[in-house]
Structure formats: C-alpha cells, structure tokens
T-cell receptor
Framework: EAQVTQNPRYLITVTGKKLTVTCSQNMNHEYMSWYRQDPGLGLRQIYYSMNVEVTDKGDVPEGYKVSRKEKRNFPLILESPSPNQTSLYFC??????????????FGNGTRLTVT | GENVEQHPSTLSVQEGDSAVIKCTYSDSASNYFPWYKQELGKRPQLIIDIRSNVGEKKDQRIAVTLNKTAKHFSLHITETQPEDSAVYFCAASQAGTALIFGKGTTLSVSS
C-alpha cells in the first residue's frame, strides 16, 4: 500500500531532550516536507526537500533540523525541544518539485508534547 | 512571500444546505490552488484542485471557482451531509514548489 509512515504517533518529552520523528514513504516521491499544525494557525511548513541531499527552510524552521540521505526517508530532528514546539506534526510527500504535478500525501501525524 | 487568507474560520450548516468557503491569495504568480479536507484525528487529504488556466471545476457535490483578477478562490459544497463535517484547508502554490495553506475552516453539518 502506498503510504507515508511517521513514527511515533504520540510523544511526550521534556525540555532539552533531543528527539527524532521519522518519516518514510514508499512511493518513490522526490519531494518531502514537514508541517506543524496548531489551532488557529493552519498548516505551516517547517522544512522541505526536493530530492536526496537537497533541503530548504519553510516558514517556521527555527529549532528544527532535517536530513535527506535516502529518497524514502526524511527525519525531523529537534535538538533541544522547547514547550512552544508542542504541536501536531505532519510529514508529506509528492512526485516532482512542482506542486501542481501531483497532490501531497500526508502521514498520519505525530502529536508531540514538550513539558 | 505568498499569503493565503481563509474565511470563515467556522461554519455551521443544516444537512442539505450549501456551504461556501473563500480564500484570497497575495502572489499573482501562484498558479495552483488545492483544497484539503481533514476529518477529526486524521490526515489532510486532497479533495479538489484548480489550476490558473481554469475558472471552475466540479466533482459531484463539490466545486471550486477561481477569480484570478481578484485573486480569490472558493470551495462550494452542495447538499451537505454529516460526513462533510471536517476542517477544510485551501492552499496556493508559489514558484511551483511550496504550498502555502490557509488557516482552515471548521465545517459542522447538523442533521
């Protein structure tokens, strides 16, 4: 089944403890992206990658890191999480670099709480 | 950069009524406008999209219209049903890569 898989689904951590949220897609998509969803703020892009070893900042990149060493994986790294990073995170992927070429496929989301 | 405004933030309708959600965008170079539906506790999923060379597109009970001159586009849902209750996001693509989302509209359909 074609899908975007995120892990974990739920994560509670403490301020300053490094964490990684994994994202993997099995559709051979070039483009991958991370969004955070907060009430009243919609979906805001954190980072995106147009292909292997190519990453770029989105609208809210502060406090996050990403890497794209393989086409299928795009982990989101929080080196020193803070409470303002408590949010619902979505990974998404699509074919190609142009948004109009194919729809974004979203993962199931990761609910992160930082205390 | 691109900015997408979405209204209203909440919308309540009776089953069978129509619902309209409106979005405006700021970058006249944007050329792709998708709509995503997110049911409670689930991922956003594409329901319809429109490109800048088309003024209207329909898919059964949903339709999207685009006014490039005014830089706004709208989602129309006719004969609403309880299963249409969800959060709807509009988006616009800038420079063919980044999708900029609106803040979302929570639609509630009561029977």
């Amino acid at each position: 089944e074609a899908q975007v898989t995120q892990n974990p689904r739920y994560l509670i951590t403490v301020t300053g403890k490094k964490l990684t949220v994994t994202c993997s897609q099995n559709m051979n998509h070039e483009y991958m992206s991370w969004y955070r969803q907060d009430p009243g703020l919609g979906l805001r892009q954190i980072y995106y990658s147009m292909n292997v070893e190519v990453t770029d900042k989105g609208d809210v990149p502060e406090g996050y890191k990403v890497s794209r060493k393989e086409k299928r994986n795009f982990p989101l790294i929080l080196e020193s999480p803070s409470p303002n990073q408590t949010s619902l995170y979505f990974c998404a992927s699509r074919f190609g670099s142009a948004a109009e070429r194919s729809p974004l496929h979203f993962g199931n989301g990761t609910r992160l709480t930082v205390t | 950069g691109e900015n997408v405004e979405q209204h209203p933030s909440t919308l309540s309708v009776q089953e069978g009524d129509s619902a309209v959600i409106k979005c405006t965008y700021s970058d006249s170079a944007s050329n792709y406008f998708p709509w995503y539906k997110q049911e409670l506790g689930k991922r956003p999923q594409l329901i319809i999209d429109i490109r800048s060379n088309v003024g209207e597109k329909k898919d059964q009970r949903i339709a999207v219209t685009l006014n490039k001159t005014a830089k706004h586009f709208s989602l129309h849902i006719t004969e609403t049903q309880p299963e249409d209750s969800a959060v709807y996001f509009c988006a616009a693509s800038q420079a063919g890569t980044a999708l900029i989302f609106g803040k979302g509209t929570t639609l509630s359909v009561s029977s």
